[in-house]
């Protein structure tokens, strides 16, 4: 199973799955039509993943904007870590949001109600880096 990495559109986010390291991130804005399509690939994997965990499991969501076709998928990535974890492997959830944004950090805190699941909400600088992708 190799890493997942999915550079960003301007409908899509970024996505960086390191398996090795088990730490999971996706952020940008997420608000293509056809969500499913996207993120069809994105789920298959995490499914694999799930299927021989390492012990402790980080995901992070740093997501700016996600509209409601992409909300259902966030839905659907947090049913599979919820499954992760109640199978009794370690997790986290780390919610990022921006100081300003309370829709955001308003649909990290309606998650964290939903799902059996430790979330962690972190405030974040807009600027990000550039190298993204190289980052360890």
Same mark, same amino acid.
């Given at each position: 199973? $190799?890493?997942? =990495?999915?550079? %960003? &559109?301007?409908? &899509?986010?970024? +996505? *960086?799955? !390191?398996? $090795?390291?088990? *730490? ?6 997420? =608000?293509?039509?056809?969500? &499913?399509?996207? =993120? #069809? ?11 021989? @965990?390492?012990?402790? &499991? ?17 839905? !659907?990535?947090?049913? *599979?870590? %919820? $499954? ?9 959830? #780390?919610?990022? /949001?921006?100081?300003?944004? %309370? ?6 805190? #309606? /998650?964290?109600? +939903? /799902? $059996?699941? @430790? ?5 974040? !600088?807009?600027?990000? @880096?550039?190298?993204?992708? #190289? +980052?360890?």
């Amino acid at each position: 199973m $190799d890493n997942l =990495y999915l550079k %960003e &559109t301007e409908e &899509t986010p970024w +996505i *960086i799955f !390191d398996k $090795d390291k088990s *730490i999971f991130r996706m952020g940008g804005k997420s =608000y293509m039509e056809d969500a &499913t399509s996207f =993120y #069809e690939p994105v789920l298959k994997w995490l499914k694999a993943y799930v299927q021989s @965990p390492l012990s402790f &499991t980080r995901f992070v969501f740093e997501m700016e904007y996600v509209n409601t076709a992409s909300s259902k998928v966030v839905n !659907d990535i947090l049913d *599979i870590l %919820e $499954d992760l974890y109640l199978g009794s492997s370690g997790l986290e959830v #780390e919610w990022c /949001y921006f100081e300003e944004d %309370e829709d955001m950090e308003g649909m990290g805190e #309606e /998650y964290k109600e +939903i /799902y $059996d699941i @430790p979330f962690v909400f972190k405030q974040i !600088d807009r600027q990000r @880096p550039d190298n993204l992708f #190289e +980052i360890d």
